[in-house]
């Protein structure tokens, strides 16, 4: 993030964009209000179009702001979710310091809906059989689910759980996996996960999910390959988790 | 990602991709070959263009080729570099499960390069006076670098320590700061970091971010926000690290 801290005063269009985000925190422009168009800025600020542009791209970017094709750019005051990777060391138990982006605490306060919940079996290929540990073709039960939050779609998840681990277990197979989930079904069995491993990229999405998370155009996505291990190292379940890239803030805290 | 696993077939372009995936990892497409263009591939597939090129896109989204415009799409066999955010707990030491993402196992044994490095003085504004606990406009010492793996642009950072923390320490604004680095230099201040905190999102880069990465277009990066805190939750440091997103991948450790 570019900054003007270093002494070189900022271009034009950085000036440009941190007016409007200190309009659009002061609440001069309101959620959904349409911002001033390029043609407003040019004149105001008597700059180039492609400086009304890029000032305007830099609130997008941000996730303050949404353009929309033939209308304009509109204020979009959707909070980043904050994902906390490992909640036992979370910043809450330490009681320290602030964050750096404005976010909801936890996405959990405001309520995830649910939809597109598919539950199916299939085979294990590739990646998935390597990081099961399973053989080519080996049976998987495969939950498909996206989450919503305020109505919008923010996730999709693909978990998969090895079928020679999760039995005749109907609980599994149900959308409501009953209290604890599936980790604490998986306990049940004494197949308690007992490490995750999370690896992460950022990607332009495909098309599928440009349509499953309604993304608009030039929003990446966080793809979040977690794996859940027992104890003695067995892997229980592999969970490919796509996020849109503006609605999430992901958090890890650890010790040096 | 999706997958042919739950018993749909895959689309067209899916299945091409995956033809083209194989073609390169046997290495009948070497690196820094030019892929069939999207003539050659609705031909061949008898497809129309538009499932030609997104069954390129599709490579180009994961990093296997990249499009040099006006000329097709090339092989890049670049292999992310992984970063381990938690070292402590990392797999390694575990002796577990098997990666999701084809990497190096370390983008260290790769060799970083660093250039244009800067240190300069400056102050703490808005979010960096926050994280840091300062008053806004109290001193920061800034130490801005750009990292380079196989003489490829990857990463810039941009570290800012409190200057009343690191007084005329000369190591503090040394290119060479010194064995174990500036988290040595702190140790012997009695201010050894001892937690991590970091904030992750995927975005669009900047103008500024584009130029210093040579980033093609449509990459987005990973903005790591890096704070370092001491064993009593005094914040040491804050770090914002712009990757390209094409080039890493992040891996966190934890226990449930």
Redesign the interface.
């Known amino acids: 993030?570019?900054?003007?801290?270093?002494?070189s005063p900022p271009p034009v269009y950085r000036e440009i964009a941190e007016e409007l985000r200190e309009q659009i925190r002061s609440g001069r422009y309101a959620d959904g209000d349409r911002l001033p168009g390029e043609n407003v800025i040019m004149e105001r600020h008597g700059v180039a179009r492609a400086t009304a542009r890029?000032a305007l791209s830099?609130l997008i970017?941000?996730?303050l702001a949404v353009a929309v094709r033939g209308s304009g750019v509109y204020v979009r005051l959707f909070r980043?979710i904050r994902r906390h990777?490992?909640r036992?060391?979370s910043?809450e138990l330490?009681?320290?310091?602030?964050?750096?982006?404005q976010t909801d605490t936890d996405g959990e306060d405001r309520g995830y809906d649910v939809d597109r919940l598919?539950v199916?079996e299939?085979?294990?290929?590739d990646?998935?059989a390597?990081?099961l540990?399973l053989t080519e073709g080996e049976g998987?039960l495969?939950r498909?689910r996206r989450y919503l939050v305020d109505g919008r779609p923010v996730q999709t998840a693909?978990s998969?759980l090895p079928l020679a681990l999760v039995g005749d277990e109907p609980r599994f197979r149900d959308g409501d996996t009953g209290p604890g989930g599936i980790?604490a079904r998986l306990a049940e069995r004494g197949l308690?996960?007992?490490?995750?491993?999370?690896?992460?990229?950022?990607?332009?999405p495909?098309?599928?999910?440009t349509e499953a998370l309604g993304l608009t155009p030039?929003?990446?996505?966080?793809?979040v390959?977690r794996?859940?291990?027992t104890a003695d190292?067995r892997?229980v379940e592999f969970n490919?988790i796509?996020m849109d890239?503006?609605a999430?803030?992901?958090?890890?805290?650890?010790?040096?």
């Open positions: 993030m570019p900054t003007s801290e270093n002494g890029q830099v970017n941000e996730g980043p990777g490992a036992r060391l910043r330490w009681g320290n310091g602030r964050a750096i982006w598919r199916e299939g085979t294990a290929r990646h998935v390597r990081v540990g998987v495969l498909s693909l998969h980790y308690a996960p007992a490490r995750f491993t999370e690896e992460i990229r950022g990607r332009m495909t098309p599928e999910e030039g929003t990446p996505v966080l793809e390959a794996t859940a291990l190292h892997p490919e796509t890239g503006s999430y803030v992901l958090q890890y805290d650890f010790e040096a």
